[in-house]
């Protein structure tokens, strides 16, 4: 009987000390329940000059100023 609770005392103390060692490790992401954890933020890249549609916008204003010819000259 002695070996029984000194068993039962041991699974407790190993559980009790399992649960701390793991509530300290903060890398592990953890959900609460069946729900997933959250997923971290994303990051924005940097947008070029390709890409930007601002800067796409103004050139084909250019380009297009550039093709249309010049208004007659008055005279």
Same mark, same amino acid.
């Given at each position: ?24 490790? @903060?890398?592990? =992401? !953890?959900? %609460?329940?069946? $729900?997933? &954890? @959250?997923?971290? =933020? !994303?990051? %924005?890249?940097? $947008?070029? &000059?390709?890409?930007? =549609? ?22």
């Amino acid at each position: 009987m002695l070996y029984l609770i000194a068993f039962a005392v041991a699974a407790v103390i190993a559980l009790l000390l399992w649960r701390a060692m793991s509530a300290d490790r @903060a890398d592990v =992401p !953890r959900g %609460t329940g069946t $729900t997933p &954890p @959250a997923a971290p =933020p !994303r990051r %924005t890249r940097p $947008t070029g &000059p390709d890409d930007d =549609p601002d800067f796409l916008r103004s050139l084909d204003e250019s380009m297009r100023r550039d093709d249309d010819p010049p208004p007659p000259a008055k005279d």
